[in-house]
């Protein structure tokens, strides 16, 4: 892949940047105004060798401030491109059928993913998602309740669990 579109928006919790291709495709985002904050969790097989700036990504922008202004699923069908090994892009996958106002803990989400031994797996596939938010791995919290971490900071997966909070 050669080149790919970036915009940053801000939101409640700080700027949202989001990186997508030609086609609308998001290949990585988070609260970040700097793609080069992004860029290095994205697989090199869909990397982007450029990245240029765009004040607006379409759909992916409007999603994103609709999603902050409370529309919870305008996320779900915005089309995400990941690529690692099978289990990780089965663990993004399945990341993107948890509900908002519904987190689930490591040890469910690995169940859910097919390996209910590889609780520290499925935490991987989580700290390695670029496309935060479009795969919600906010959503996954400890046993008990505890946030656990996010790339993004605790503060940030806080103010996300509450938003989407019943």
Partial sequence: MTEAYSSTVDTPIGPFTAVADAEGVVLASGWTST????????????RPSQVM???DLGVVTKA??????GDLAVIDDIP????????????WDVLRTVRAGEPITYTEYAELAGRPAAIRAAASACARNAAALFVPCHRIVRV???LGGFRWGLPVKRWLLDHEAP
Avoid: I, T
């Avoid at 793609?35 to 697989?43: A, E, F, N, R």
């Fill in 53 to 55: 700036p765009r004040p």
């Fill in 80 to 91: 995400v491109r990941q690529a690692s090994g099978e289990f990780l892009e089965h663990a």
């Fill in 35 to 46: 793609v080069d904050d992004l860029l290095p969790v994205v697989s090199p097989s869909v």
């Fill in 144 to 146: 008990g309740g505890a």
């Fill in 64 to 69: 994103v401030q609709a999603y902050h202004d």
